[in-house]
């Protein structure tokens, strides 16, 4: 019966009615099981549809998500001149390097085997990062500009703040790592982490403190 109604759910959906969300942002699996079940049967057709436009489908069945990314040769073709459809979000360096350290943590995570969700509280999110920044006294003042950088990688999609059970002791959020980050943070990227860290400490020396601009 389950299964009935999961194709119900996914006949409901045609290649424009899969697209437009597309082009707003990723589908998730997890968010929408009618409508992922329709783009794992449309795919192809999506694919065709995109590629038009100078995009391509991203999709791992595996962890659950979809999205559209700029062709690389789209974006070579200077012939071409199609207007970006997928904007590029410049970031701030502390932003950048919360990235970094949560998909390092992912790794981490999914060699131990465990549960395939990674949820951080803020306090270990915080310590992440606090030893890659200058020494400060005024701890409140860190997590606030902490908390302000985290509130731009939710906003991403890369972090997700779980709606129930959100709090523990001392009321700190609670973030769910989006396994998204993979195929934004490559395994080659990861395998020159170390290297990237030493430049960013070097970065850091000449930094007082991780408030930028975003």
């Known amino acids: 019966m389950a299964e009935q109604e999961r194709e119900n759910a996914a006949a409901a959906y045609d290649i424009s009615t899969l697209v437009i969300p597309l082009l707003k942002g990723v589908i998730y699996q997890e968010n929408d099981p009618g409508q992922w079940n329709a783009l794992m049967k449309l795919q192809a057709g999506v694919r065709d549809y995109v590629v038009v436009l100078g995009l391509e489908l991203v999709l791992d069945e595996a962890e659950g998500y979809a999205f559209l990314r700029s062709r690389p040769e789209a974006e070579d073709d200077a012939s071409a001149k199609l207007p970006r459809l997928v904007a590029r979000r410049p970031l701030s360096f502390p932003v950048s390097l919360l990235l970094a350290l949560l998909r390092k943590k992912l790794a981490e995570f999914d060699a131990s085997g465990g549960d395939t969700r990674l949820v951080l509280t803020r306090d270990e999110i ?28 939710v906003e991403l999609g890369f ?50 403190g991780v408030a930028g601009d975003e």
């Open 159 to 208: 972090l997700r703040r779980l709606k129930s059970g959100s709090t523990q002791s001392g009321g700190q959020t609670v973030y769910e790592v989006r396994r998204i980050l993979k195929a934004f943070v490559d395994a080659q990227w990861l395998a020159d982490f170390d290297t990237r860290l030493a430049a960013y400490r070097l970065q850091l020396a000449g930094i007082t």
């Open 126 to 153: 915080v310590e992440l990062v606090r030893v890659f920044l200058p020494e400060s006294s005024n701890e409140a003042r860190l997590i606030d500009q902490i908390e302000t950088h985290l509130n731009k990688i």
